[in-house]
């Protein structure tokens, strides 16, 4: 807990220091969030039969999307980009030889951005309801919370193999490249999964992301209960279950392999 108290505390007053990015990032929602409502008005009245699950709204739809990939780029780049500073600020071998256990030094290092994740998913669905008027009026927040904690114990299992990329190759992540590049077009964050040709369809399955926003739409647009979002629910837990220590497992590899080399400070 002090390891996770002394990260948090580090990078609260890093980022109090940039009050303008700080303004700016949340005027950046806004202006998302305004473009989107106007791209849904031109679709007017008109329901896509694809829309119908989720309420028939286009502009609630890609609400959802737009707030919760936002996890997906953080689990991307977040842990690398810990990895990453603690190379150029030459924090990084201090910590990783530290008695300290590798698990919670990378948990604790990018514990602050997920908490300000959390905290932009609030105002963008603040902005979307308040502002642009959609309706959330049907969300299970008990079911929304429990999708947002097992989306990131999956989303983290990934970010954790990019940040042992970038330990051993230090530029040139495949992870985030594959990831960051398929998602956008398989997980439907801007439109369903169900437009998808068919074969696409099979290599979206194969994404957390397909699940995570799946479900987090059911249960913030239509109110799904826990049981009811249960098949979304168990992929979710068996992509943390395999990819949580099978992505430990790669990090110790690289930080052996790094150590090896005396390569671990390098950038």
């Given at each position: 807990?002090s390891?996770?108290?002394a990260f948090l505390?580090?990078?609260f007053?890093l980022n109090v220091?940039?009050r303008?990015s700080?303004?700016?990032q949340f ?7 305004a ?7 031109v679709f007017g009245?008109?329901v896509s039969?694809?829309?119908?699950a989720?309420g028939?709204?286009y502009f609630?739809?890609v609400?959802?999307?737009?707030a919760f990939?936002?996890f997906t ?5 977040g842990?690398?980009g810990?990895i ?6 030459g ?5 990783l030889l ?9 948990l604790?290092?990018s514990?602050?951005d997920?908490?300000m994740?959390c ?8 902005f ?7 309706d959330?009026?049907?969300a299970?927040?008990?079911s929304?919370l429990?999708?947002?904690?097992l989306?990131i114990l999956a989303f983290?299992?990934?970010?954790i193999?990019?940040a042992?990329?970038v330990l ?10 594959v990831?960051?590049?398929v998602q956008?077009l398989?997980a439907g964050?801007m439109y ?6 068919d074969?696409?369809q099979?290599?979206?399955a194969l994404?957390?992301?397909t ?5 987090m ?5 239509k ?8 098949p979304?629910?168990l992929?979710?837990?068996a ?5 949580l220590?099978?992505?430990?497992w790669?990090?110790?590899r690289a930080v052996r392999?790094?150590?090896k080399e005396?390569?671990?400070?390098q950038?």
């Amino acid at each position: 807990m002090s390891v996770a108290l002394a990260f948090l505390k580090r990078d609260f007053s890093l980022n109090v220091s940039y009050r303008v990015s700080f303004v700016l990032q949340f005027l950046g929602i806004f202006f998302g969030v305004a473009t989107f409502y106007f791209v849904a008005r031109v679709f007017g009245q008109a329901v896509s039969p694809q829309l119908q699950a989720y309420g028939g709204d286009y502009f609630s739809f890609v609400l959802v999307g737009l707030a919760f990939s936002g996890f997906t780029g953080l689990a991307l780049r977040g842990f690398a980009g810990a990895i990453r500073e603690g190379q150029s600020m030459g924090t990084l071998e201090l910590m990783l030889l530290s008695p300290t256990r590798l698990g919670s030094i990378l948990l604790s290092s990018s514990l602050w951005d997920y908490l300000m994740n959390c905290f932009t998913v609030i105002i963008y669905l603040l902005f979307g309801a308040l502002v642009f008027g959609a309706d959330l009026s049907q969300a299970n927040v008990l079911s929304a919370l429990l999708v947002l904690v097992l989306s990131i114990l999956a989303f983290s299992g990934i970010g954790i193999i990019s940040a042992a990329f970038v330990l051993v190759l230090k530029k040139g992540d495949p992870i985030a490249w594959v990831f960051g590049s398929v998602q956008s077009l398989l997980a439907g964050v801007m439109y369903p999964v169900s437009v998808l040709p068919d074969i696409l369809q099979k290599f979206s399955a194969l994404l957390p992301l397909t699940y995570s926003l799946e479900a987090m739409r059911l249960a913030v647009l239509k109110g799904y209960s826990i049981l009811q979002l249960l098949p979304e629910l168990l992929a979710l837990i068996a992509f943390a279950v395999v990819l949580l220590p099978l992505s430990l497992w790669i990090f110790r590899r690289a930080v052996r392999q790094a150590k090896k080399e005396g390569s671990l400070a390098q950038y």
